[in-house]
C-alpha cells in the first residue's frame, strides 16, 4: 500500500506538472494574442489619425483657398476703384494741363 501511495503521489506531480505547463503555455498565447490585438489597435488608431489629419488638412486647404480668393476679388475691387477714381482724376488734369499750355502760349 505504500508503494500505491507513492506512485499516485508521483502521478500527482506529473499532472500537476503537466497542469502547470499547460497553464504557461495557455499564459503564453493570451499574452501573445493581446500583444497582436494591442499592436492591430494601435495600427487602426494610427491609420485613423492620418486619415483625419489629411481630412483637417484638405479642409483648411480649402478654407485657405476661399480666404485667399475673397482676399484677392477685394484686392482686385479696390484695384478698379482706384483705377476709376484715377481716370476721372485724369481728365481733369489733362485739362488743367491744356488751360495752362493755353496760358503760357497766350502769354
Do not use: N
Amino acid at each position: 500500500m505504500a508503494l500505491e501511495a507513492v506512485e499516485a503521489v508521483g502521478k500527482a506531480e506529473d499532472q500537476a506538472r503537466d497542469i502547470i505547463a499547460q497553464a504557461q503555455a495557455q499564459a503564453k498565447a493570451i499574452v501573445a494574442e493581446a500583444e497582436q490585438a494591442g499592436r492591430a489597435a494601435l495600427e487602426a488608431a494610427r491609420a485613423q489619425a492620418q486619415a483625419e489629419c489629411r481630412e483637417k488638412l484638405a479642409q483648411a486647404d480649402k478654407a485657405g483657398k476661399a480666404e485667399g480668393d475673397k482676399a484677392f476679388q477685394a484686392a482686385q475691387s479696390q484695384a478698379r476703384a482706384l483705377r476709376d477714381a484715377a481716370e476721372a482724376r485724369m481728365d481733369a488734369a489733362a485739362a488743367r494741363i491744356v488751360e495752362r499750355v493755353k496760358e503760357v502760349g497766350a502769354g
